[in-house]
């Protein structure tokens, strides 16, 4: 849609850009007014992905579809789309300029670095360049803006990460995961497979011992008891799934009695757990420390892995569950200087802005540790005099000059609050954007602040077992638990198309084993 054709749609209505089709993003974009706002959101991705049951579409017991929500929905006429990158935002203008996505190559999948991260900076403006003369590459006008980008997946620089490990943010990563796994059980089934090789193809390696890294260590294990075994029957006593975390114990949110629980359900779904583990490089290939195989060339797709507790080790597959780094937007967005943009700045506890200041660069005001952005009660972002950024930088106590953005909001894990540190989690951006959008529908968003309601967490164990904590409860484990987290994640689900599917998927499940 050319933006001659936005604007004529948008008639005496504000425009809210929306960044992003995450949980904050596409939650919010169906809360707004049609009335009174027109709603676009600007995302690379024309979908919403339901992040909590990816680990089941990875392993096949729900669909792909059962996962996805289309940004374009009859049902919202009211809500636009251009499929695009944001690159900049001009806070004094109140433009946006946004790059075009459609043909982008790593569409579906999680993304570890900046699109950009291998050009040079005299190839990016090039490339740049010809993008804006094909009109790829334009100017957005807005009236309120909400950063929901989300974050990336955290590599920590190790070395091999992004290049090799199956991550788990997007369908196209769930897919890809799937394939690897039946391939794996492929290959290692052929009769001219050595024994040594079946080994590795077999063993399963997961990065991250939170809920996330546990969940789909879980299900693949489920996976491989009750549905491989009856098909590759002399095949399983070479399956070996395998947890590393650097921290001294997995789940270490829940209670202690919750996380003793869980670890004996994982011994006895022969899960194995590698705490205090250090990964310090994933390659393709075999492990070279193995003399009598360091010669083999068919290695069938297996990868090393390197720990540097025990070496190296040889693996079928490597999926990478663990950290956040801070969206390429976010990230530029912060480090840029830029003029006071009085027109937009409310200024805290009501001080005065000396004309001295009022001439200094400004930048968006970002958490030290994350470079997340810090927005206020009310999800505004926050800005501050550069100066005065670098100084306090390293300091416990906030700055003495801050203002908040009247028609700037951030949501999701891409920002803090100021005022307390939140789980970067789907349960916090649904709050979020639910919030958000009652606030700007009512326009009360100054008599009100936001409150987070810690629902509590939850994780599958494997075997029709769970864990559930909620705040100021001991908890609850073992098969209650596990059909909390299913009710859970059901009520959650966004669409009634999806709300009747789901539980229909569970149920031949359940009744086919």
């Given at each position: 849609m050319a933006t001659v054709d936005l604007d004529a749609l948008k008639g005496d209505r504000e425009r809210v850009v929306i960044l992003g089709s995450g949980w904050g993003g596409y939650v919010l974009s169906r809360q707004l007014s049609a009335a009174k706002y027109q709603t676009l959101v600007i995302s690379p991705r024309s979908y919403f992905v339901f992040t909590p049951l990816l680990n089941e579409t990875a392993v096949g017991t729900l669909e792909f579809r059962n996962t996805l929500e289309p940004v374009r929905n009859r049902h919202y006429p009211n809500v636009e789309f251009i499929q695009a990158w944001a690159d900049d935002v001009d806070l004094e203008k109140k433009t946006l300029t946004i790059e075009e996505s459609v043909s982008?190559?790593?569409?579906?999948?999680?993304?570890?670095?900046?699109r950009y991260e291998q050009h040079t900076e005299e190839q990016k403006q090039s490339e740049r360049r010809n993008k804006k003369r094909q009109g790829r590459i334009l100017d957005i006008a807005y009236d309120k803006l909400v950063i929901a980008v989300g974050c990336y997946s955290q590599t920590f620089g190790t070395k091999g990460v992004k290049e090799n490990a199956y991550f788990l943010k997007d369908v196209g990563d769930a897919r890809r995961i799937r394939k690897r796994v039946l391939e794996a059980f492929e290959i290692a089934a052929r009769p001219t497979t050595p024994k040594h090789l079946r080994k590795y193809l077999l063993h399963f390696a997961v990065i991250g011992g939170g809920p996330t890294g546990m969940e789909f260590a879980a299900v693949l294990s489920d996976l491989v008891h009750e549905d491989l075994s009856r098909l590759y029957p002399s095949l399983v006593e070479y399956v070996k799934i395998t947890v590393y975390d650097v921290?001294?114990?997995?789940?270490?949110?829940?209670?202690?009695?919750?996380?003793?629980?869980?670890?004996?359900?994982?011994?006895?779904?022969?899960?194995?757990?590698?705490?205090?583990?250090?990964?310090?490089?994933?390659?393709?290939?075999?492990?070279?420390?193995?003399?009598?195989?360091a010669d083999a060339t068919n290695d069938e797709g297996c990868f090393t892995l390197k720990t540097k507790e025990e070496g190296e080790t040889g693996i079928g597959m490597c999926v990478w569950a663990t950290g956040n780094m801070m969206n390429?937007?976010?990230e530029n967005a912060v480090k840029k200087s830029r003029v006071y943009p009085s027109a937009s700045l409310a200024m805290s506890s009501g001080k005065q802005i000396s004309e001295t200041l009022q001439t200094q660069d400004w930048q968006i005001r970002s958490d030290p540790k994350t470079s997340a952005i810090v927005v206020d009660d009310h999800l505004r972002v926050q800005l501050q005099p550069t100066s005065t950024k670098e100084d306090e930088a390293?300091?416990?106590?906030?700055?003495?000059?801050?203002?908040?953005?009247?028609?700037?909001f951030a949501i999701g894990d891409n920002c803090v609050l100021g005022s307390a540190g939140l789980p970067a989690t789907a349960q916090t951006a649904n709050q979020q954007a639910i919030w958000l959008g009652k606030r700007l529908n009512k326009g009360d968003l100054e008599d009100l602040t936001f409150t987070y309601k810690?629902?509590?967490?939850?994780?599958?164990?494997?075997?029709?077992?769970?864990?559930?904590?909620?705040?100021?409860?001991?908890?609850?484990?073992?098969?209650?638990?596990?059909l909390i987290w299913k009710g859970a994640y059901l009520t959650m689900t966004v669409s009634w198309r999806n709300r009747i599917l789901i539980p229909l998927y569970w149920l031949v499940g359940i009744l086919h084993h």
């Open positions: 982008d190559v790593g569409q579906a999948l999680a993304s570890a670095e900046d921290a001294p114990k997995v789940l270490s949110m829940f209670d202690e009695s919750l996380a003793k629980y869980a670890m004996g359900v994982f011994r006895k779904e022969k899960i194995q757990i590698r705490t205090e583990h250090h990964v310090e490089e994933l390659r393709q290939g075999l492990p070279r420390s193995k003399d009598d195989f390429p937007f976010v390293d300091a416990d106590s906030d700055p003495e000059f801050v203002g908040s953005l009247k028609d700037v810690d629902l509590g967490v939850m994780t599958y164990l494997g075997n029709a077992k769970g864990l559930v904590q909620t705040k100021g409860n001991s908890g609850v484990q073992g098969r209650t638990a596990w």
